[in-house]
């Protein structure tokens, strides 16, 4: 520890969040509104979208979960029956047979 850090330390200062230490991310992760939790969740089920990773229901794994939404203070996840094979029809169908 340099003498800067010494001082800073001896007389409270702080510079912030320091997101490399562990339980200050996670002390700020506790802090933060569900709604922004939930956008975050958002976030990471796009980036696995994209990916390819599906994310099936426990119970119902034909349901594949897609969206999580805030309504009030309940949070809800959205998940749907997708038939793979249905898809992949409609997608070459869909220029109208020209």
């Not at 007389?11 to 200050?24: C, F, I, V």
């Not at 969740?41 to 990773?53: A, P």
């Not at 994310?55 to 034909?62: M, Y």
Request: aromatic content about 6%.
């Amino acid at each position: 520890m340099n003498r800067k850090q010494r001082r800073d330390l001896k007389y409270k200062r702080n510079k912030g969040t320091n997101l490399n230490d562990p339980e200050q991310a996670q002390e700020m992760l506790e802090n933060l509104p569900a709604a922004t939790l939930v956008a975050g969740i958002n976030n990471s089920l796009d980036i696995l979208q994209k990916r390819g990773v599906i994310i099936s229901d426990w119970d119902a794994r034909e349901r594949e979960l897609y969206r999580l939404k805030v309504f009030g203070k309940k949070v809800y996840f959205l998940a749907a029956v997708i038939d793979r094979n249905m898809q992949s029809d409609s997608k070459e169908g869909e220029d109208g047979g020209l």
